[in-house]
T-cell receptor, first 118, second 115 residues
Framework: GAVVSQHPSRVICKSGTSVKIECRSL??????MFWYRQFPKQSLMLMAT?????????EQGVEKDKFLINHASLTLSTLTVTSAHPEDSSFYIC??????????????FGEGSWLTVV | AQSVAQPEDQVNVAEGNPLTVKCTYS??????LFWYVQYPNRGLQFLLK??????LVKGSYGFEAEFNKSQTSFHLKKPSALVSDSALYFC?????????????FGAGTRLFVKA
């Protein structure tokens, strides 16, 4: 099946610094990728929809200047958490759908990235 | 509002017994329904989906789910549970009325299978 890779799987950063998380579709092209945040023992919260070659669409309540998303190619989207604070510590997951397929097709998820801000 | 409900936070079942994880949805139109499984500290793995056709869908690892339009349900089932099935299960819905084909996830149900 299709593979979505996230890197890094775990990262620890200091308060006030920025950290970048990459999401790559390894064997397919994805015009759209999604970024989620998951708190312990909770469901996934959609943060934003990443569109290749255009600006990301953010969900209500998500600060676009804090969570910068860049979808520079058909296989790579990045999430940068700027000026990180301890409350940004969370599990971040990306997903992608193969280009050209209809919305009923499967969405593939990355393995997730644990961010700890100290 | 479009939503997905997983009424049980946790399901406990003995190994070898059948298991059911419940899911109901409130989405207008003809949505696409999915089940995903998440193991600790991992991403989500696709189990199965319903798009159209036969109401009984078979998926990975022996799981199946039955789409019931009148009850707006899509319960996940397995005839004989394994200890290794213990994980967090998410029901998800996607469709033309979920905001640009975004995926709406249920809150998740934690399955514990005892040996």
């Amino acid at each position: 099946g299709a593979v979505v890779s996230q890197h890094p799987s775990r990262v620890i950063c200091k308060s006030g610094t920025s950290v970048k998380i990459e999401c790559r579709s390894l064997d397919f092209q994805a015009t759209t990728m999604f970024w989620y945040r998951q708190f312990p023992k909770q469901s996934l919260m959609l943060m934003a929809t990443s569109n290749e070659g255009s600006k990301a669409t953010y969900e209500q309540g998500v600060e676009k200047d804090k969570f910068l998303i860049n979808h520079a190619s058909l296989t790579l989207s990045t999430l940068t958490v700027t000026s990180a604070h301890p409350e940004d510590s969370s599990f971040y997951i990306c997903s992608a759908t193969p280009r050209g397929q209809n919305p009923g097709n499967t969405i593939y998820f990355g393995e997730g990235s644990w961010l700890t801000v100290v | 509002a479009q939503s997905v409900a997983q009424p049980e936070d946790q399901v406990n079942v003995a190994e070898g017994n059948p298991l059911t994880v419940k899911c109901t949805y409130s989405v207008s139109g003809n949505p696409y329904l999915f089940w995903y499984v998440q193991y600790p500290n991992r991403g989500l793995q696709f189990l199965l989906k319903y798009i159209t056709g036969d109401n009984l869908v078979k998926g990975s690892y022996g799981f199946e789910a039955e789409f019931n339009k009148s009850q707006t349900s899509f319960h996940l089932k397995k005839p004989s549970a394994l200890v290794s099935d213990s994980a967090l299960y998410f029901c998800a819905v996607r469709g033309p009325n979920t905001g640009g084909f975004k995926t709406i996830f249920g809150a998740g149900t934690r399955l514990f299978v005892k040996a």
